[in-house]
């Protein structure tokens, strides 16, 4: 029992909730602890029974379900109180979350006493809590669900950005703006964890010659309790104070200080809280300076060298890396690290250059960059990417790291992602697999055997499940694309036409991601004709939804997306591409959900996994991607369409092949096979669907992924050991 294991702050929480009971009629006093734990929102009925409390409040409340009860009308309440429908519903989620913080915790080598405690710079666990960027969150929010759902005694460490990662709003010429909107701490579903004289808990973290103030919040996602640091203390000046505003913000020394905040300051906060964790789990290298708070804790207890006491720290840490791009991994002048590191090497006893070598390449040379993946690597125990082929690619791009070393000998293994089914998975198909796949399965999906039962899913039945959520998506984005084309300016004709146009009944293209260039927008567009024949036809249309943020400084990102604008107006575009404003995670669950065929055109070998294609797979999308990430793991030759995944220096080339590629296996394969009807049934496609979930959905589930994570990596196996 996890919430037993941290007890500090578990009080405070549920005070916070016992406070919002306080205002809330007697029978619907269950409603705040429901609204203090996460469960919910991955329970069926959690979300209903939120909006039913308001629809219209819901949506304005950005589905934060302490702020609806705070804003939603006194009359509406008393109404409520008094539903014995509603009042059935809200004791099944209350009942349900007390027994699910009553369930015994899994057997196994963390254990109640001594968790994992998992480091991450973002956590994508709900929208109403807005600590996220994109596919890294949803990575860490979906491990904490799994590990939750399996009994995985873990703790998580993250950082409570008051103004989150940046919102998305195009012009009319597809030039992105960015602005940050405040989070309301009062109203956020977490608490200040306080001491026993009642005041916050605070840790110090040396940040250069300074030290920083942190006070800790605390959110259950179900049994696992997400701690957040906070910066935001009057003992702090401005600038530090600034350290937890924004997520990946540009400044590189903010985001250096960002780095000791989460890496010292996670480990003194689960010091704190009195959590002494058996392994420590970083989620991308931002979290690595972990290790010296380790190394301090452990010289100060054991009496150790300096030498004895990082070994002993490195013993418990392992390293998850995430990016193939270089410019994903954070560098920094050596000096400037030397200065951001000072204080800590002190309380450590050692010099700061030994602290620093670490992150070097190769530790010996001068004027070269620190490096916070190399530091990780040295620093941990064991390491490994997130699909197979992104642990091949990591060998192969760090193994100057181990002089000497074939790059296949490299010590980096890999744990391929997955995603969370209950998070992303549409209602209409949770319900058929209800209906279909063995008792428990959800429990026990990572079991292949569990989606054999798919071959039993009646075409009708199917296709109906696959209708209805492309008819959501549908009416969500036609609603949607009508304001925001409004917002930019658009001529009325054009502001209309996507929502005329777009029917639940057309092949529906999904392409949603960070916006990089190497994910390549670029190649949907670069044959207007053979696109606009594929679209426009008007037998077999086919509409297209786009959307995803660039970062605010790639400007070769954004041009990527005006260039994709400058063609809106174009008759076979205007009613049936939709370019959706500020992807998020609601907008990725309505798509993944509703999308048909969903796609990826990375530049190989650049794509780490790429888990929005696990998501739409689960929902009975089908993938047409490039070969790389977790793709050459699934596909078979018939649960989807592959275009090859060489590595070639010659980019144009390469461009043109895969667009060819694209559009002959949009055209020629896609659209026969989705309106070819028998009886009404697209009976080649719904095969397809079938094959992709008995093969997609038991692999990458974030079960699988929690169990790979908790038997090979918490272990501590050997063969996986990193060498110095
Ligand atoms: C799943 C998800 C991602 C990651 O998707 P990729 O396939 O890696 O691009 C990014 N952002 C959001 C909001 C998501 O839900």
Known sequence: MIELLVKTGALDLAAAADSLAARLPEPLKPLAAIAYNYLWSWTPGGHELFADLDQQRWALCARNPVRILHEVSQPRLGHLAVDPGFLNRMRKL????????????????????????????????????????????????????????????????????????????????????????????????????????????????????REVVCQIWRVAVGRVPLLLLDTNRPENNHSDRFITSRLYVGDPEIRLDQYSVLGIGGIRALETLGVNPEVVHLNEGHAAFAVLELARAERDRNGLSFAEAFEAARSAVVFTTHTPVPAGN????????????????????????????????????????????????????????????????????????????????????????????????????????????????????????????????????????????????????????????????????????????????????????????????????????????????????????????????????????????EHRYLPEFAGRLVFLDDYD???????????????????????????????????????????????????????GWAISGEIDADHDGQDGRHADAFYELLSQHAVPSYYEREDGLPRRWLGMVRRSLMTAAPRFSATRMVADYATRIYTGAVAERLPL
């Open 94 to 209: 209350a009942d349900g979350l007390a027994e699910e913080l009553q369930r015994p915790v899994m057997g196994g080598s963390v254990t109640a006493a001594r968790p994992a405690a998992f480091l991450c710079a973002e956590y994508a666990v709900h929208p109403s809590l807005p600590v996220y960027s994109g596919g890294l969150g949803v990575l860490a929010g979906d491990i904490l669900k799994a590990a939750s759902d399996m009994g995985l005694p873990l703790v998580a460490v993250g950082m409570m950005y008051r103004h989150g990662y940046f919102r998305q709003r195009t012009d009319a010429t597809g030039w992105q703006h960015e602005y940050w909107v405040d989070t309301d701490p009062d109203l956020v579903p977490g608490a200040l964890v306080t001491g026993e004289d009642g005041h916050p808990l605070t840790v110090r973290v040396p940040v250069g010659d």
């Open 330 to 565: 954070d560098t920094y002048p050596a000096a400037q690290v030397a200065n951001q590191l000072a204080g800590i090497a002190a309380q450590l006893g050692t010099g700061v250059e030994e602290l620093v070598a670490r992150g070097l390449t190769h530790p010996r040379a001068s004027g070269e960059p620190f490096g916070m993946t190399q530091f990780a690597l040295r620093t941990s125990r064991c390491a490994n990417g997130v699909a197979v082929r992104h642990g091949k690619v990591a060998r192969e791009m760090w193994r100057e790291l181990w002089p000497g070393v074939e790059s296949d000998d490299v010590p980096i293994g890999s744990v391929t992602n997955g995603a969370h089914i209950p998070t992303w998975l549409g209602e209409p198909m949770w319900a058929l697999f209800d209906r279909y796949l063995p008792n428990g399965w959800l429990r026990d999906c990572a079991n292949p055997k569990v989606w054999e039962a798919v071959e039993r899913i009646p075409d009708e039945e199917l296709w109906a499940a696959r209708h209805r959520q492309r008819a959501a998506l549908v009416r969500m984005v036609a609603d949607r694309s009508a304001t925001e084309r409004l917002n930019r300016g658009e001529p009325r004709s054009y502001m209309h036409a996507a929502a005329d146009t777009l029917s639940p009944d057309v092949l529906t293209v999904g392409f949603a991601r960070r916006l990089a260039t190497y994910k390549r927008l670029n190649l949907l567009l670069c044959d207007l004709d053979r696109m606009r024949a594929i679209m426009g036809n008007t037998e077999r249309p086919v509409q297209l939804l786009i959307a995803g943020k660039a970062h605010p400084n790639d400007a070769p990102a954004k041009a990527l997306l005006a260039g994709l604008f």
């Open 585 to 639: 995670m609601n907008l990725a669950a309505a798509m993944v959900r509703g999308c048909d065929v969903w796609v990826n055109l990375p530049r190989p070998p650049l794509e780490a996994s790429g888990t929005s294609g696990m998501k739409s797979s689960f929902n009975g999308g089908l993938q047409l991607s490039v070969l790389d990430g977790w793709w050459p793991e699934c596909y078979d030759g018939a649960n």
